[in-house]
């Protein structure tokens, strides 16, 4: 059975009204989901337009609690739809249901629920001042939202990114106008009869279905009237936006590509360095922008790790995402897996020995056209080999030998991007001291994807500008009045 994915514009699913459609198919084997409906300018801009008159409405009008109240809602009929959101989401990613209803649907409802909470939480600021007369002045600060926000966002983590987004914007009172990826369109559509079910007033929340340059994404972060565009992906595609933004002087909040180090020092626990490496680096088929690709393991454990690693990554089981003992589903499409191969192709060219992977696995008949690969681990390669230094986002990692902590924050830090970080040691002395060092935005200390949602979350360098999560998150998504009062 096939779906129509809709547009959702002012509470309503609607087709884009010059009647352009294009296919979903799964990466699982190639089947087709459903048809699309592209948005059109037009219909950006109506969403754009019901997002501003939203703002003027009843929406407005509703209290700090009442706003909290009404997302946690949304949060608890995520949890009551879980199962709809759980097929949706597997369906457009092929990943397997042992990732997808842990991580993506929880994390789901959590964004809203986190931000619900925070919201009704936020200090106030108050500066008395001394004046010349003795008198005094008191300084506080107001916020207020910030407007229109559009919301671009990336395939990968298509559920869990885009509410992290959503939850803040909302709570603070904004508007969103979400640009879903043109890989997986399923779950937003869905959010939009969540948001309807539980009587979001209509124009909250809106989705625009198409591609970058030319169609939606384009469209929504060229429109004059959206207030602050906040995006998920990859660098190139923020540089585009910025510049987009530029005009106008609107905002932006970036999130985008890594190429993160792991650090493992010969005092780690190696079961728990490992364990955390085939996670960070092979977890979501490695499409996670938080991953390893680069391993530096320091010489007296680095046989010991490669050959462990490599074990672990030999052993992956494929095949139906639905099978809770599945632990690695396809690339999001065979286009994605084409450029991975690229790079696996490039790692040989380039005298890499491949300690396991290196091609596509045998996942049998059913499976045959799907973007299916296998989880590969290289040494030897040459610290300015591209495998070594550009973001793959496939599930694969290099490893490398070094000797000293100054040579290895060296290494680490020698490069453009600078997102994630995980160190593996039992030295508490040495764990702070490097974690200070590494120019990255996270840094993990004997675990990875550990997240407490009120924490600080971005990259630096070219992996991003701003950082968003908890409070951290109304430095983009309000604007603050500074009213200083001569008493
Ligand atoms: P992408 O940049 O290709 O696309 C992201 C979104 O931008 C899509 O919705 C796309 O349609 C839209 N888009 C593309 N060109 C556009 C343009 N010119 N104007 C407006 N919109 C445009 O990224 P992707 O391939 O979907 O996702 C993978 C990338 O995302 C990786 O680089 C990964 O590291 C990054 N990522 C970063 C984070 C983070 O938090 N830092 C999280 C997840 C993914």
Redesign the pocket.
């Known amino acids: 059975m096939s779906t129509d994915f809709f547009n959702f514009i002012d509470g309503v699913h609607r087709p884009g009204s010059d009647g352009r459609t294009f296919e979903n198919r799964t990466p699982l084997d190639g089947t087709l989901i459903g048809m699309v409906h592209e948005a059109s300018a037009a219909d950006v801009d109506a969403a754009v337009g019901a997002a501003r008159a939203a703002l003027a409405g009843p929406w407005a009008g509703l209290t700090t609690a009442e706003r909290s109240d009404l997302l946690h809602a949304v949060a608890d009929e995520i949890d009551r739809r879980s199962d709809e959101f759980l097929a949706a989401e597997i369906a457009d990613t092929g990943k397997p249901v042992s990732i997808a209803s842990h991580i993506d649907i929880p994390r789901g409802a959590a964004n809203f629920r986190v931000f619900a909470d925070v919201v009704k939480n936020v200090p106030g600021e108050f500066f008395p001042m001394p004046t010349p007369d003795g008198a005094g002045a008191l300084n506080y600060g107001l916020r207020r939202p910030k407007g229109v926000i559009a919301v671009?966002?990336?395939?990968?983590?298509p559920l869990l990114?885009m509410t992290w987004k959503v939850g803040p914007a909302l709570a603070c009172g904004n508007a969103v106008v979400v640009?879903?990826?043109?890989e997986t369109p399923a779950t937003a559509t869905l959010l939009g009869e969540v948001m309807n079910a539980v009587g979001v007033p209509a124009g909250v929340y809106n989705v625009v279905h198409g591609?970058?340059?030319g169609s939606a994404?384009?469209f929504l972060?060229t429109h004059p009237d959206v207030d602050g565009i906040t995006f998920?992906?990859?660098?190139r595609?923020g540089e585009?936006?910025m510049a987009?933004a530029s005009k106008g002087v609107r905002s932006v909040s970036l999130?985008?590509?890594?190429k993160n180090p792991g650090i493992v020092f010969a005092d780690a626990d190696l079961s728990d360095a490992v364990a955390g490496t085939v996670r960070s680096a092979f977890a979501n088929t490695g499409q996670v922008?938080l991953g390893t690709e680069r391993v530096y393991v320091e010489r007296p454990v680095f046989d010991e790790f490669v050959e462990r690693l490599a074990a672990e990554a030999t052993a992956t089981t494929f095949g139906d995402p639905f099978d809770p003992l599945t632990q690695m589903g396809p690339l999001i499409s065979n286009e994605h897996r084409e450029k991975v191969l690229r790079y696996y192709r490039q790692a040989v060219d380039d005298g890499a020995t491949v300690v396991t992977g290196g091609g596509v696995p045998d996942v049998g008949d059913r499976y045959a056209k799907g973007a299916w690969i296998e989880p590969t681990v290289w040494t030897g390669l040459a610290d300015d080999s591209a495998v070594v230094t550009e973001?793959i986002?496939g599930p694969c990692c290099h490893v490398r030998p070094f000797d000293t902590e100054d040579e290895v924050v060296a290494l680490a830090n020698d490069t453009p991007y600078g997102?994630a970080a995980t160190v593996w040691t039992t030295d508490v002395g040495r764990a702070h001291r490097v974690a200070s060092r590494l120019e990255v935005g996270l840094c993990w200390v004997n675990s990875w994807f550990l997240r407490d949602l009120r924490t600080a979350f971005g990259?630096m360098k070219h992996?991003?500008i701003g950082r968003e999560g908890g409070v951290h998150s109304l430095e983009f998504y309000t604007e603050s009045t500074n009213v200083c009062v001569k008493i």
Do not use: D, Q, Y
């Not at 640009?179 to 043109?182: A, F, I, T």
């Not at 998920?232 to 660098?235: L, N, S």
């Open positions: 671009v966002c990336p395939w990968n983590l990114l640009k879903p990826s043109e591609f970058g340059p994404g384009e972060t998920t992906g990859e660098t595609t585009a936006i987009a999130e985008m590509g890594g922008c973001e986002f997102l990259g992996s991003g």
